[in-house]
Structure formats: structure tokens, C-alpha cells
């Protein structure tokens, strides 16, 4: 890998954490919330400017950053800290930063689905002397459904070919309004896939773009919680998680193979962020929300000392965890 692979990988990662904490940033200011700092990475100060009441700094770490809110662990003394504002104000601000990295992960996506184009069931050719050329089917047919079985996608039709082992099947195809059968039989190719010829071709389609957003995103958040479901149930594999190294590293792999390649990885890893930090625990913005409830609920029988204190130990517990999957990250690296 080249350095420019890995420098672009840290500014992407840099751009998802800066969208997340502007997320926190803009709601508070919306609010009225008082922001004593906006910083970009962890640690040492390298840069730094100071506009009105906020801090704005570049910290030598790239692997993280913050949005330092007025009395966000505790009441604070001045009118203007969050732990003044009402219940729902605190939970906006909070949810803001995971929202971003969703909408961030949603705009990602169906910009590139609809620019770069997606594949579509209307074919752009039929190699000759293939199954489906003898058939009859040619460019520009739009492959509708397989032994009668409608489909939506390319995915599914291909999928569909491949399932049916070499047995015959019937592809229909629909052309200017006109549904015609084809009787063909699939033959094994050399990746060890049955196929009949035909080559999808490229749509650059917003509507079409929407719905395979949205499936996209539906499908990871759903492999996404399965795989948390394993890790409560002690089933989950120190080998299935990253931390920072990882994900600079596969970041930098996946920009080797082009931008629309580095997009999505940087897409699935907002949404990644999104999800994690809406999850209840302690540091973590689901967590910081989930006691906003209860002290709302119990009429603030937890004091905001004691909030303050359980965060404190999440995050050590959270450091721990980054340093832990560094380690795990560089010893995967040397392997």
C-alpha cells in the first residue's frame, strides 16, 4: 500500500468523525447551548483558533475528535449548559452526531448508485453461441422473471440462473412492452457459477438509486445487529472486530480499487458509527441519552455526579477497548 493510501484513509475517517461531531456542534448551537470547543482528532493541540465563544482545534491523533458542550457531565453554572436545556433538546443534541453519519452513509450511497449507475436487468449485450443467444434473447431485453418467478433485481436473476444447477429454465424478457419466453439451458462457467450469457447494463436511475439505498442500508443494520446479538451471547470472534489501524487499513485497501469502491467502504463505516453510538452504553451517545430518560423519569434522583462518574468509567473502559483493538489490529497487519 502507499502512503497516499493510508493518508487519504486518515482523512476519510477524519471527515465521518467531523460530520458526526458537527452533528453535536449544530444542534447545541441551534439550541442554544454554549460550546466551549470543536476539535478534529485526540491529544496534543497542533492548531487551533478561537471565534466567539468556541475553540476550534486539530489534534495530532486522528482517531477521534469532540465537541466539548457546556455541562454535558453535569448541571454546570451557567444558564446556557446543556444540562439546563429540557429533556428533549438534550436527546436531539446527543442522537445529532449518530444521525449525520446515517445521513452521511444514505447521501453516500445514492449519490454513487445514481452517477456511477447500477446494474440493471435490461441487458446491454448476449455473448453469441451462448445459451441465451440461441435462444433467441438479445441487448437490450429486459430480463423480468426466471421459471415464471418475478424478480427486482440483477442480483436476484443471477442468483435465480445460477440455482437452477444446468437445469432448463425459462427466462422471460421484456421488450418495448412486449413479454416473451425464452427456453435456454445454463452452463458451467469456469468461476464454478451456471450462467446463460447475458451481461447486465448500467441504469443511472435516482428512483431506482432510493430503493437500493435503503435496501443496502436495511440489510447491513440488520447483519450489523445480528453480529451484536453474537457478542452478547459470547459468540463472536476477536477476528470479526476493528478498530482505527483496521479501518485505516481496509480504507486504504479499498481505495487501491477505485473511488466508487472507497466510497461504499466509507459509507458502511458511517453507518457502522451511527449504530454503535446510539447502543446504551455508558460515554456512548445511546448511553448519555438513555440517562437523560431516566433522571427525567425519576425527577433527577440520579444526580449529574453520578451520571458524571459511570460515564468516567465507560469511557476508560472504551480506551481500553481502542487500545485492545489496535493491538489486535497491528497483530493482524504482521500476520
Not at 30 to 49: D, R
Not at 118 to 147: C, F, H, K, M, Y
Request: aromatic fraction near 8%; charge should be negative; hydrophobic fraction near 50%.
Amino acid at each position: 500500500m502507499t502512503i497516499i493510501s493510508y493518508i487519504a484513509a486518515i482523512l476519510l475517517f477524519c471527515i465521518m468523525i467531523a460530520i458526526h461531531e458537527f452533528g453535536h456542534f449544530a444542534t447545541a448551537k441551534l439550541f442554544g447551548i454554549k460550546v466551549n470547543e470543536f476539535s478534529i482528532g485526540m491529544g496534543p493541540l497542533l492548531l487551533h483558533t478561537q471565534k466567539g465563544e468556541t475553540e476550534y482545534s486539530v489534534r495530532a491523533l486522528p482517531i477521534g475528535g469532540f465537541c466539548a458542550i457546556e455541562g454535558e457531565d453535569g448541571e454546570g453554572d451557567d444558564e446556557r449548559s446543556f444540562g439546563r436545556k429540557p429533556w428533549w433538546q438534550r436527546i436531539i443534541v446527543l442522537a445529532a452526531g449518530a444521525f449525520m453519519n446515517i445521513l452521511l452513509c444514505f447521501v453516500i450511497l445514492i449519490s454513487v448508485l445514481t452517477f456511477a449507475g447500477q446494474t440493471s436487468q435490461t441487458l446491454s449485450s448476449v455473448v453469441e453461441g451462448s445459451p441465451a443467444w440461441e435462444a433467441g434473447i438479445r441487448g437490450g431485453d429486459r430480463i423480468t422473471s426466471v421459471n415464471h418467478v418475478e424478480y427486482d433485481s440483477w442480483t436476484e436473476v443471477v442468483n435465480a440462473i445460477n440455482a437452477s444447477e444446468g437445469k432448463e429454465l425459462v427466462l422471460t424478457g421484456v421488450k418495448d412492452g412486449i413479454a416473451t419466453d425464452y427456453v435456454c439451458t445454463p452452463v458451467l462457467s469456469e468461476s464454478g457459477r451456471y450462467m446463460v450469457g447475458i451481461n447486465a447494463g448500467v441504469e443511472h436511475n435516482a428512483g431506482n438509486a432510493f430503493k437500493a439505498t435503503i435496501t443496502i442500508m436495511k440489510s447491513y443494520s440488520t447483519a450489523m445487529f445480528d453480529w451484536l446479538n453474537t457478542l452478547v451471547h459470547g459468540q463472536a470472534s476477536r477476528d470479526d472486530v476493528a478498530g482505527v489501524v483496521g479501518i485505516v487499513s481496509m480504507t486504504a485497501e479499498q481505495a487501491k480499487m477505485g473511488l466508487v469502491s472507497i466510497l461504499f467502504f466509507m459509507a458502511m463505516i458511517s453507518l457502522n458509527l451511527g449504530i454503535v453510538n446510539l447502543l446504551p452504553v455508558p460515554a456512548l451517545d445511546g448511553g448519555r441519552i438513555l440517562f437523560v430518560i431516566i433522571r427525567t423519569l425519576s425527577g433527577g434522583r440520579l444526580s449529574a455526579e453520578a451520571e458524571g462518574l459511570i460515564h468516567g468509567a465507560g469511557m476508560v473502559l472504551l480506551m481500553g477497548l481502542m487500545v485492545f483493538l489496535a493491538i489486535n489490529d497491528v497483530s493482524h497487519l504482521i500476520n
